[in-house]
């Protein structure tokens, strides 16, 4: 079968297997933002976007709705969307980020699920309330991206791409000499030498946040990456329930802490939030005595199945680091465009319209990081996203 032939069959595929059954409807409801967080934390596809509390403080500008999804009188999933206004109050767009998300990932009706909540927003956002629907959904663990044909087929069109969309996905189901077997060689001898550099590993409890805003700050100020990240939401993250409370972690030399990182642990996927580490760490190999038992501590403490390593923002370092760590068990996929609908095409043509601003400043911003002295400068080639999502 050629690849074109079976991009459209997976397509077919996706559409029939994501048709939503009138029969078995789900039915969205609005609740408020503490009991979605609450409910959310036992999601197995819950993330920290999906946060009320994290996304009342990364984004103070939109309008937070938590719907809730049921099916047969039980909860199966949901989505918390943000309602921005456009300006000079034309309109509104409602984003959705990493969602909707399932409750059980293995659910035998999770195609009829996850078709039944985008029937719902489409019909609550784009049909009632006339916006434009905007979703972005996460890099697939699969070969190919269905829930993204999904969307496509279902009448969502394309939109703009992520710059470096590739994700590097650590598999966490694996006994510990497969693990180091699965490391390509060259990450293995570093983290083989890291072990005899009398390093030690440390699980930090809330209480030892400062020590990591410490490193973390000294880092940045040293290297001079461009910081776009949610840095400033950690209080409120470290303050949650514990089921959804990341968890710090740290590396010690000599009586000193040279290397830490603070992972989102929750759902069937942990999250590599943040990480810092001083001048010694590199050449003890640090961040790699780190990440390996990281990834031993979420496989025996965590029902996570994969470990989400994020992107690189453009730094070839970060990506033969992370490729290396992957290895061949683990996967490199893309975040897919984002995609969008609107049933009138009045409020497509306005939310088409504030992406593209927005993509024009954010290029902007860009090009004005790059001329600033002393700063770190993206060498990673861009990359070619996979057919299916072009």
């Not at 939109?159 to 966490?172: C, I, Q």
């Not at 994020?310 to 490729?323: A, V």
């Amino acid at each position: 079968m050629s690849a074109i032939a079976g991009l459209v069959l997976d397509t077919t595929i996706a559409a029939r297997h994501y048709a939503p059954d009138a029969s078995e409807a789900v039915t969205l409801r609005r609740v408020e933002g503490r009991r979605w967080d609450e409910v959310a934390a036992g999601f197995d596809g819950v993330c920290q976007e999906q946060l009320h509390a994290f996304a009342a403080i990364r984004w103070p500008g939109v309008t937070l709705e938590a719907q809730l999804a049921e099916r047969d009188g039980r909860i199966v999933g949901g989505a918390l969307m943000m309602v921005q206004q456009l300006p000079l109050g034309l309109g509104n767009i409602a984003i959705s980020k990493w969602a909707p998300m399932l409750a059980d990932a293995q659910a035998a009706d999770r195609q009829a699920i996850y078709a039944g909540m985008v029937e719902g927003l489409m019909a609550e956002y784009g049909r009632k309330r006339g916006m434009m629907l905007s979703i972005l959904p996460h890099a697939s663990v699969a070969p190919v991206n269905a829930e993204y044909l999904a969307l496509r087929a279902r009448g969502f069109r394309r939109g703009s791409p992520l710059r470096y969309p590739y994700r590097y996905l650590v598999n966490l189901q694996l006994s510990d000499a497969a693990q180091r077997q699965s490391f390509q060689q060259t990450w293995r001898r570093q983290l083989n030498k890291a072990e005899k550099s009398a390093l030690s590993f440390e699980h930090g409890g809330v209480e030892r946040l400062d020590e990591f805003k410490a490193l973390y700050e000294a880092m940045s100020d040293r290297k001079q990456f461009p910081d776009h990240s949610a840095y400033d939401t950690l209080d409120v993250l470290m303050a949650m329930d514990q089921r959804l409370r990341p968890e710090l972690f740290f590396v010690r030399h000599a009586g000193a802490i040279v290397a830490g990182a603070l992972i989102f642990k929750a759902g069937e996927r942990a999250v590599y939030l943040y990480g810092a580490t001083n001048d010694q760490a590199l050449p003890l190999r640090a961040g790699y005595f780190l990440h390996w038992h990281i990834i031993r501590w979420l496989r025996d403490n965590t029902r996570a199945r994969w470990y989400d390593l994020g992107g690189t923002d453009g730094f070839l370092g970060l990506h033969r680091f992370k490729k290396g760590m992957v290895g061949d068990a683990g996967l490199m996929h893309p975040v897919p465009p984002v995609v969008n609908y609107a049933a009138h095409p009045l409020a497509f043509w306005l939310g088409s319209a504030a992406f593209a601003a927005r993509d024009a400043v954010n290029g902007f911003k860009h090009r004005i990081d790059l001329l600033r002295p002393g700063r770190a400068r993206p060498d990673q080639p861009l990359p070619e996203l996979d057919d299916y999502l072009k």
